[in-house]
């Protein structure tokens, strides 16, 4: 059974950095890719990056430099840092499972939701 | 980035009516391999996106054949027929030809 569970913190102070774990089970982080996308309350979908089976990684340019992906294999475990954090972070953060022939998200977990608080 | 442009926002329906949403990108979806990569996600309340058609077409494991997914080059469409009251929720498209990936902003279906 494919699952993905994010966890963090709930509360982020301004200008810090936020720490997500996106834990996987159900498959490979070598076969499958990892992608992560953030919805602000009451809003949309916005892709933030991409965690590679073959260990590369993608950014949305709108992240700049704040963005950094990483996995540990081992753990079955994708990472997510962004730094610098703004009010407009404010957001649910999934990890969602991609499927690299189809170009899809097919199973996303639950989300961790995050308030940055000045 | 390309543009994905959904309409309606909000799309009141009977139950066991039919409805359509719209998606328009601003450039074409179509891949240097020949494939276009658009899906479509419904996002129940409270709950992640779940996918419905990939590649345009194609509907993914379980999902009933009351949801049937068309379209070409940069006009797309979600057609629901004979609605049920699990349904209900925020439809998106997202492409995935070009990076970075964006969604279209949603279109919330509810009861008329």
């Known amino acids: 059974q494919v699952q993905l569970k994010e966890t963090g913190p709930d509360l982020v102070q301004l200008t810090q950095t936020l720490s997500i774990t996106c834990t996987v089970s159900?498959?490979?982080?070598?076969?499958?890719?990892v992608h992560w996308v953030r919805q602000p309350p009451g809003k949309g979908l916005e892709w933030m990056g991409a965690?590679?089976?073959?260990?590369?990684?993608d950014y949305n340019s709108a992240f700049k430099s704040r963005l950094s992906i990483s996995r540990d294999t081992s753990k079955s475990q994708v990472f997510l840092k962004m730094n610098s954090l703004q009010t407009d972070d404010t957001a649910k953060y999934f990890c969602?499972?991609?499927?690299?022939?189809?170009?899809?998200?097919?199973?996303w977990g639950q989300g961790a939701s995050v308030t940055v608080s000045s | 980035d390309v543009l994905m442009t959904q309409t309606p926002v909000s799309l009141p329906v009977s139950l066991g009516g039919q409805v359509s949403i719209s998606c328009r990108s601003s450039?074409?979806?179509?891949?240097?391999?020949?494939?276009?990569?658009l899906h479509w996600y419904l996002q129940k309340p409270g709950q992640s996106p779940q996918l419905l058609i990939y590649r345009v077409s194609n509907r993914f494991s379980g999902v009933p054949d009351r949801f049937s997914g068309s379209g070409s080059g940069t006009d797309f469409t979600l057609k629901i027929s004979r609605v049920e009251p699990e349904d209900l929720g925020v439809y998106y498209c997202?492409?995935?030809?070009?990076?970075?990936?964006?969604f279209g902003s949603g279109t919330k279906l509810e009861i008329k």
């Open positions: 969602a499972r991609h499927r690299g022939g189809h170009r899809v998200m097919d199973a």
């Open positions: 997202l492409q995935s030809t070009h990076f970075p990936l964006t």
């Open positions: 450039q074409s979806l179509v891949h240097s391999d020949g494939n276009t990569y």
């Open positions: 965690m590679w089976n073959g260990g590369g990684t």
């Open positions: 159900g498959f490979s982080l070598t076969t499958y890719n």
